[in-house]
């Protein structure tokens, strides 16, 4: 089924705020609740047809409280996510709910080489953008350098 970016935002931000007042209902400070939105860099890109980009759309279907930020991508940002996410799946440092079906079915049967018409590759990058961003530290710089032949900033 196919959504409209409208329908999308509201079913995204009716979790989040669900997520937040639970935790503010379990004694979390609302102020403790934080949440930050990551998108690849496609939402900043202006739309003529609707005359905005889709990050603004975002910000006036929430009313201003979701602000999204850009996800760094260069050479091997693929390979390097992919990685990052098997690390910390070994390491046990991340958890796939059962009723994640898409995840799950991702992490099963995605191949080692991503294409751009593989099915698994949207849900790969939607999880993959925000742990990129989130344990940068964890990200190996030599996953860069081996693609791009170039030395990205060694203090993230």
Same mark, same amino acid.
């Given at each position: ?65 979701? #602000? ?9 940002? *693929? @390979?390097?996510? &992919? !990685?990052?996410?098997? /690390? =910390?799946?070994?390491?046990? #440092? ?9 995840? *799950? @079915?991702?992490? &099963? !049967?995605?191949?080692? /080489? =991503?294409?751009?018409?593989? #099915? ?37």
């Amino acid at each position: 089924m196919e959504l409209t970016l409208q329908e999308f935002v509201e079913r995204c931000w009716g979790r989040v705020k669900f997520w937040r007042d639970y935790a503010i209902s379990k004694g979390l400070k609302s102020s403790e609740v934080n949440f930050r939105h990551w998108s690849d860099n496609s939402a900043f890109n202006y739309k003529a047809t609707v005359g905005a980009t889709q990050a603004r759309q975002v910000l006036q279907i929430t009313n201003g409280d979701v #602000r999204l930020d850009s996800v760094f991508k260069g050479a091997g940002s *693929v @390979d390097a996510r &992919t !990685n990052l996410m098997r /690390k =910390l799946l070994f390491e046990k #440092r991340i958890v796939i709910s059962v009723r994640c079906q898409a995840l *799950v @079915d991702c992490m &099963t !049967n995605v191949s080692t /080489k =991503l294409h751009a018409g593989e #099915r698994h590759k949207h849900v790969l990058d939607a999880v993959t953008y925000a742990l990129m961003n989130e344990v940068m530290e964890d990200v190996p710089l030599y996953d860069y350098k081996a693609q791009s032949g170039r030395i990205i900033s060694t203090t993230w």
